[in-house]
């Protein structure tokens, strides 16, 4: 069973850059998709991005595309999300997940704790 636990968020003023990790346990995290996707407050969890077990493929929303970029590192069992141009917008607690596919609903196995990100104007 693969374990995830996020990192890299904070504070930031609007237009600036942070970067998200996700590290993983667990022997099978090359197997499988890894997703981003956040929370704000009063909302319902949405997605933002993902990639597939080999890189091979990655998806955005509309509202991160162009801005955000996902990546992983099998050998290091990391994914990231490289969070650039923030917008106010952009705030929310951010959550890593893995599952077998990528499918854009929260339907996925596996949670993170999530990482507060908050972007001032």
């Known amino acids: 069973q693969v374990q995830l636990v996020e990192s890299g968020g904070g504070l930031v003023q609007a237009g600036g850059s942070l970067r998200l990790s996700c590290a993983a346990s667990?022997?099978?995290?090359?197997?499988?998709?890894v997703g981003w996707f956040r929370q704000a407050p009063g909302k319902e969890r949405e997605f933002a991005a993902a990639?597939?077990?080999?890189?091979?493929?990655?998806y955005y929303a509309d509202s991160v595309k162009g801005r955000f970029t996902i990546s992983r590192d099998n050998a290091k069992n990391t994914a990231y999300l490289q969070m650039s141009s923030l917008k106010p917008e952009d705030t929310a607690v951010y959550y890593c997940?893995?599952?077998?596919?990528?499918?854009?609903?929260?339907?996925?196995?596996?949670w993170g704790q999530g990482t507060q990100v908050t972007v001032s104007s």
């Open positions: 997940a893995a599952h077998w596919r990528i499918v854009q609903t929260t339907a996925w196995d596996t």
């Open positions: 667990g022997r099978t995290f090359s197997s499988k998709a």
């Open positions: 990639i597939s077990a080999n890189a091979g493929s990655t």
